[in-house]
């Protein structure tokens, strides 16, 4: 797997940022947990110049206000089908699908998977998305996928750990 030309990563939330069990309020609605070390990861990559997405089928406000606090400016919620919204963002950002990364763990992710260059999954994912992808995490959802692939990205490219940078928030 070569992540050296890797320009952008997209992540699904629910089973890759967030565990697949999620808890609800009082007023029925799910209430996500995020992983610090992924959230880390997530901001440091930013600031080296990645170009970071989130495409959710979820609706969660709380989710978006999150993930852009740590730099991520395309967060998009409510997305019943991700391969338009994937491509989308590819075109807007001018990157090429050998430039991306999807990181999914079930079946609305597959065909997003399967248009870039490197398809990730959690080690929790649905099997069939695990026989999709180019990497499969030795993290479950939620549990450090996302700061498992940007730190392989970051590496391959001799940007993790590699300036003052990586030493704060």
Partial sequence: MDLTNVRGIVF??????????????????????????DGY????????????????????????????SLGIDDVFMGASFKLPVLEQWMEQTGLDASQVVFVGDDIPDLHAMAAVAVAVAPADAAWQVKEAASYISPCAGGHGVARD???RVLTAQGMWMDDEHAFGW
């Fill in 12 to 37: 699904d939330v629910d089973g890759v940022l967030s565990p697949s069990t999620i808890p609800m309020d009082s007023e029925g609605l799910p209430v996500r947990l995020m992983n610090v070390k």
């Fill in 149 to 151: 692939i940007i730190e």
């Fill in 41 to 68: 990861a997530i901001q440091l990559a930013v600031k080296k110049g990645l170009k970071l997405a989130i495409i959710s089928g979820g609706r969660s406000k709380a989710v978006a206000l999150r993930y852009r």
